[in-house]
């Protein structure tokens, strides 16, 4: 409750007059010190507001009177650490990726920079490490689908898939066996059993299934189900899936398979970025 203030006799200073619980509140005023950094600061904030961008506007901010831009200072550390690096731009630009590879330091570099280009513009979908996701290919592997030497890989991020920007765009489509009707439904599941018999590595051979795909998918899967890189055409002699290896889901990608889309980056990133990354990418595991 508040009182009257007086002067506390043990400390000698006076009181707030406010009380509780028999515990008096004294007015002990702030070191002198504090009070002269307070204001330091409070001087320092209003001219930092006038010196430094800080009042926010519609569209935009208060330039300040000392013209300073963070992003304008960004740009000349990135200007000035390109200048650092353009030997070696330069050098992975005006080389082979053969060249590259065989050049230790060239290599080191470029893995180095592969690495950052990857994680920034690949992992999003490829996953860190190159590690793949339901629908987007592992690259951490030896199973390609384009192919998996250097040359392949560099034509595949140049390029992309079924990009349909890029006139070379790598490209391949399986039929909708059962969306097209080219197949009956009971075909169909014939043909799914024999494929999931070859990917479990016993095919099932002598049966209906086994007929149909040799008419309808050897031409570019293989007799075998070894695939074919040159079509883009997987295998499919193993377990390893793009979508998802049980019955229902390889049933579903013959009646309509889905088509994915990978963008092509040539003219998205420099020339000597796109050899960093193939290098990168070739050195996961599963470069050939």
Known sequence: MAGTPEKDAITGQHTTGHEWDGIRELNTPLPKWWVYVFWATVIFSIG??????AIPLTNSATGGLLGYSSRAE???????????????LEAIKTSSLDEIVADTNLRNYAMAGGQVVFKENCAPCHQSGGAGQFGYPTLADDEWI??????????????????????????SEMPAFGAMEILSDSEIDAVTDYVVSLA????????????????????????????????????????????????????????????????????????????????YVHSLGGGQ
């Open 48 to 53: 930092y507001v006038f010196a430094y961008p």
């Open 74 to 88: 960004l740009e000349t550390d990135l200007v000035a650490a390109r200048a650092e690096h353009a030997d070696k």
């Open 146 to 171: 384009w192919g998996g030497t250097l040359d392949e890989i560099y034509t595949t991020l140049q390029h992309g898939i079924r990009w349909d920007q890029d006139a070379d765009t790598r490209l």
């Open 200 to 279: 479990s590595g016993n095919p099932e051979q002598g049966t209906e299934g086994a007929t149909l795909y040799e008419e309808q998918c050897a031409a570019c899967h293989g007799f075998e189900g070894e695939g074919q890189q040159v079509l883009g055409a997987p295998p499919l002699n193993n377990q390893l899936w793009l979508y998802s290896g049980d019955r229902d889901a390889v049933e579903a990608q013959i009646y309509e398979p889905k088509h994915g889309v990978m963008p092509a980056w040539g003219g998205r990133l420099d020339e000597e970025e796109i050899k960093q990354v193939t290098v």
